[in-house]
């Protein structure tokens, strides 16, 4: 299996039916309908937000340490047979706290999982919910600061249209000035002024979707002379509507602008593919030969936040 980084998975979004179910009975919680259609039918979505509408929906089965300890680990160890030596993976605390669950019972259960994995590097990135606003943001980089130590860095997620990134401003600044790493989805839904904003008001390192920055030329130039890393992911983008099929998707333009692109998978218990199903799935569309996909997976290593050593060791 080619050796590969994932830098875009959200570990709520690898919650497998099997495990929701196993967990809903362990805690007594009774799941939405919907919640276990998995089993039998593929989830379908209209858009990213009948998307978030389940996955927030089944979070609140995550009760204890344990329960997090086994989502993650779970994920661990799924990645690793996916060619997986390094995860840096998004989490998204203030749905856990709006759920009841203590804030230090999440980071001791993920983290745990993170320091016991001997198969792949990982580490977290802890994601503030747009939709929640700018104030909830910062009271939520406050409340994480006793756990400074556990997370690398910090990201933006949930529903993007109607929240700009340019909200975020203050509470970037002040993860910047805590030396955290700052990512941010953008141009997902939103076109690429959002991706501008991410990069010139929040600092982002990284720009996780950035699809439609291939509306405009000026910033597809931008982030091609400055090597500002992409995290693509083909099989959310198809099972979100985002594009109306795989075989419509921009990663072929993408690679061809020379820009620093990356494949992942975004909710793989959701849009069906873990890391290595994403690389199958655009080989198989695209045709790509050996040399592409050890481009993407070497883009990869080169757009995480490890060590120069680490990634050449890995790569
Ligand atoms: N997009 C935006 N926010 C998210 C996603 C996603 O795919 N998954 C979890 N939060
Ligand atoms: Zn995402």
């Given at each position: 299996m080619l050796p590969k980084a994932e830098l875009h998975v959200h570990i709520e979004g690898t919650l497998e039916p099997g495990l929701l179910v196993r967990l809903a009975a362990r805690n007594g919680v009774t799941l939405p309908a919907a919640g276990t259609r998995g089993r039998t039918d593929r989830y379908r979505f209209t858009g990213l937000q009948s998307f978030l509408d389940l996955y927030y929906a089944n979070l609140p089965v995550l009760r204890t340490e344990e329960d997090f300890h086994d989502l993650a680990r779970a994920y661990l160890v799924r990645a690793a047979s996916a060619g997986v030596r390094r995860a840096e993976i998004f989490f998204?605390?203030?749905?856990?706290?709006?759920?009841?669950?203590?804030?230090?019972?999440?980071?001791?259960?993920?983290?745990?999982?993170?320091?016991?994995?001997?198969?792949?590097?990982?580490?977290?990135?802890?994601?503030?919910?747009?939709?929640l606003g700018a104030q909830a943001a910062e009271e939520m980089l406050r409340a994480a600061m006793p756990f400074r130590e556990r997370f690398t860095g910090v990201g933006l997620d949930s529903a993007e249209a109607g929240f700009p990134p340019s909200l975020f401003r203050e509470v970037f600044r002040r993860a910047a000035a805590e030396g955290l790493h700052r990512v941010a989805h953008a141009g997902e839904e939103g076109g690429p002024d959002y991706v501008w904003e991410a990069l010139d008001v929040l600092g982002a390192e990284r720009i996780d979707h950035g699809i439609r920055a291939m509306e405009d030329p000026v910033l597809v130039g931008r982030l091609r002379d400055e090597r500002i890393p992409l995290t693509v992911c083909p099989l959310s983008n198809v099972a979100l509507n985002v594009v109306p099929s795989l075989a419509a998707h921009p990663l072929?333009?993408?690679?061809?602008?020379?820009?620093?692109?990356?494949?992942?998978?975004?909710?793989p218990a959701y849009f069906g593919g873990y890391a290595d199903d994403n690389f199958a799935a655009v080989q198989r569309e695209f045709g790509l030969d050996e040399d592409a996909l050890a481009l993407l997976a070497r883009n990869s290593f080169d757009s995480c936040f490890a060590s120069e050593k680490d990634r050449e060791r890995w790569k």
């Open positions: 998204d605390p203030q749905a856990h706290l709006a759920n009841g669950v203590p804030l230090e019972v999440v980071f001791a259960g993920l983290s745990a999982a993170v320091e016991e994995s001997a198969e792949v590097s990982a580490e977290l990135i802890l994601c503030f919910l747009r939709d072929p333009a993408m690679l061809e602008e020379g820009l620093l692109v990356s494949v992942h998978s975004d909710d």
